[in-house]
Structures are given as C-alpha cells and as structure tokens.
C-alpha cells in the first residue's frame, strides 16, 4: 500500500512538473500599422512658404540651392547640370531653367536642378507649381519632391513624388507618379496617372499635390488626376510621414526621357514656372 502511494505521489508529482515547464512565456504586444481615416484635412488659404519670382536675376539663394554634377542622376542621364544664371535665372515674372546643346565637363549638355533642400523642408502640405513645359525628342522636365532626411533609408525606401513629369517624345501627356520600396519603376509597380495637357508646352497650367496623412492626391489645373491611398501596411508601402523637399528640373535624354533618342537641334530648351506656393495643412 505505502508503494502504491508512494508511486501515485511520485505520478502526481510529475505531472504538475511537466505543466509548469510547459506553461508558456507572456509575448509581448506588437502593434500592426493600421490604415488611417480620412479627415478631409483642410490647407490654410495663406501660403507657408512660396515664391512668386516677382525679382531679377537668380533664384532666391534663401530659397533654393542646386544639385551640381553629370553623375547621370541614376537614370544615365546626358546634362551636366550648374548654378549658372545660363542654366536658371529669373526675369518678367518667371523662373527659366534652361537646358543648352554645350561641351561641359565631358557632358554635351547643361542644365539646372533647383532644390529647396534645407531651405523649405514640409511635412504634408498643399503643394502648387504653375508652369509651362519644353519641347522636343529627348527633354524630361520634372516638379517633384525627394525625401530630406531618407529616414527609411536610399532610394526608393525613402519614396519620392512626381507632383509633374513630362517626356519630349511623348509631347502633351503629363505624369503624376510617387515610387516606393514597394512601388517603384525598378519593379514596374510605380504607382502613378496621365493627362493629355492640349497646350502643355504653350500655356500655363497650374500642377498641384494635397499631401495628407491619408492620402497623396495630384491635380492638373484643380482636376483630379491621381490619388495614393496609405494603405497602413508600412514603410515600404507609405514612407510618406517625413519632412520632403522640391527639386525643379530639366533632364536631357536618360532612361525614360532619352528612350527615343535625342534631338541636339532642339535646344535651347526652357521650363518655365510662374509661381511655387506651400500650403500648410490644417490639423485635426
């Protein structure tokens, strides 16, 4: 008997051994991104920060700052591009960034890449260029806005948007394009909308982006072209949550812009842009 109750406390004894030992460990909570609402944000009427180009000479230094090189920017591009007033200067109410057919520093073009870099840096806002675009096989005019910090890392973790992209060969049809780790032209799933523009490179027409924290929504003379939902999936999907900078820009050939060749007898070429205007968004 005392072997039986002995075995029967050893069994005992055992088993709650064995559910102790298997009890598992608390995991900690990991939230998962979630898609945010949308909060029909507002803009302020007063522009944050703009310029009217009301003045003569060079872009406003307190304003803009250039990108300078013929690296081929990644895209195997043919300009060399400078701070000279030949390449961007203002005059009669526009800024001109002019590309020029000229031998410099081994490239056979020159042109000019504004940056507001450091200078006018934004979180969300209301973004409005008005302009008027080149012409001719091989000029790739681009409004666009890069990542000031590339928080998530090189291109294209940090994403990049295309507020107006234009290829000569392809004249009067405008792009609005945003690219991330996720959407990129690299993996052909950029994500981005067309407009044929009639009088594109003869008119002015006004190309705007409301950039919200629900949304990247691009129009064309205040008509709705494109629209980027943040899906709340992530970085890789929306690393749109940190402060982007302009960049105004004339590219001659490239990948896309040079992909049916170039016409040297074309240039001088000119983008010219009658205003820049930031607006804050309005938070809720």
Request: hydrophobic share 35%.
């Amino acid at each position: 008997m005392q072997a039986l109750l002995a075995a029967i406390a050893c069994c005992l004894s055992f088993t709650m051994c064995s559910c102790s030992s298997s009890k598992e460990e608390p995991k900690p909570f990991i939230s998962q991104p979630k898609a945010p609402q949308d909060l029909n944000w507002q803009f302020e009427s007063t522009p944050v920060w703009s310029d009217e180009f009301e003045y003569t000479g060079q872009p406003n230094p307190e304003k803009w700052g250039y990108d300078i090189g013929g690296t081929g920017w990644g895209n195997n591009e043919l300009q060399y591009y400078t701070d000279r007033s030949s390449n961007s200067s203002v005059e009669n109410g526009t800024l001109k960034i002019t590309a020029l057919k000229e031998n410099i520093e081994g490239k056979e073009y020159s042109s000019a890449r504004l940056v507001s870099k450091n200078k006018g840096d934004f979180l969300y806002g209301r973004f409005e260029f008005k302009a008027k675009l080149p012409t001719g096989v091989g000029t790739w005019p681009a409004i666009w806005m890069l990542p000031t910090d590339w928080a998530y890392g090189g291109w294209p973790k940090s994403g990049e948007i295309d507020v107006m992209e234009h290829v000569g060969y392809d004249q009067n049809k405008v792009h609005i394009t945003v690219h991330t780790e996720a959407y990129n032209h690299n993996k052909n799933t950029q994500k981005g909308k067309s407009k044929i523009v009639e009088t594109a490179s003869t008119a002015f027409h006004l190309y705007r982006v409301d950039w919200t924290p629900y949304a990247i929504r691009g129009y064309i003379d205040n008509i709705p072209v494109f629209e980027f939902i943040n899906e709340g999936k992530g970085t890789d999907f929306w690393p749109f949550d940190k402060r982007f900078h302009l960049l105004l820009n004339i590219a001659v050939g490239g990948n896309w812009g040079g992909a049916q060749g170039v016409d040297p007898s074309v240039y001088p070429q000119s983008m010219e842009v009658d205003y820049v205007r930031v607006y804050k968004m309005i938070e809720k």
